[in-house]
């Protein structure tokens, strides 16, 4: 059974940084492509970060390009996100997600097929 | 950025009734288009991939369709489970980028 469990999650303030976990199990970990994916509370869903199989390559949404960075240690089926210069329209819960193996044509483009239940971040004085 | 529009942000149905909802993109996403289920303090569900097919385990009555901007979910006969927000999303995007439209709320009539 695929479980994606995230933590790290606290209140912290404007200009500080954090850094959240998700630890993978029940499938091979290094074989997929994982992402965070923020919802703010009573809001939709935003997409902020994707890395490969290997960490070898990473993608960012605007909103957080340059603050946030995605990383992945393989040898302990890990997902991170080391999160700086927080500011309050972050606040959100940040979910985990696994890239599905439901590719297009091109081998490119996939959808996320699991998720985790998310941890919380507050950014707040 | 390609935006997703879903339509219409609350749809109240009844139990057995057909319900469907829509998803506009602001250009073409191919088929390369999701939809997923959330439910209350849950995680989202993945119901619909390729615009049309089914997610590992999804019952029949869902159905997707579509393809270029416009998207259309259908579930045939709404159960009492079914009723929660529902999010399609593209990626289609290169290099990867991947939006979720608003949501539509499905409620119980």
């Known amino acids: 059974e695929v479980q994606l469990v995230e933590s790290g999650g606290v209140v912290v303030q404007p200009g500080g940084s954090l850094r959240l976990s998700c630890a993978a199990s029940?499938?091979?970990?290094?074989?997929?492509?994982m992402h965070w994916v923020r919802q703010a509370p009573g809001k939709g869903l935003e997409w902020v970060s994707l890395i490969s199989w290997d960490g070898g390559s990473t993608y960012y949404a605007d909103s957080v390009k340059g603050r946030f960075t995605i990383s992945r240690d393989n040898s302990k089926n890990s997902l991170y996100l080391q999160m700086n210069s927080l500011r309050t329209e972050d606040t959100a819960l940040y979910y985990c997600a696994k890239g599905s193996n439901y590719y297009d044509s091109s081998g490119n483009h996939n959808p996320f097929d699991y998720w985790g239940q998310g941890t919380l971040v507050t950014v707040s004085s | 950025e390609i935006v997703m529009t879903q339509s219409p942000a609350t749809l109240s149905v009844s139990p057995g009734e057909r319900a469907t909802l829509s998803c506009r993109a602001s250009q073409s996403v191919s088929s390369n288009l999701a939809w997923y289920q959330q439910k209350p303090g849950q995680a989202p569900r993945l119901l619909i991939y390729g615009a049309s097919t089914r997610a590992t385990g999804i019952p029949a009555r869902f159905s997707g369709s579509g393809s270029g901007t416009e998207f259309t979910l259908t579930i045939s006969s709404l159960q009492s489970e079914d009723f929660a927000v529902y999010y399609c999303?593209?990626?289609?995007?290169?290099?990867?980028?991947?939006?979720f439209g608003q949501g539509t709320k499905l409620e119980i009539k």
């Open positions: 999303q593209q990626y289609n995007n290169w290099p990867p980028s991947y939006t």
């Open positions: 029940g499938f091979t970990f290094d074989d997929y492509t």
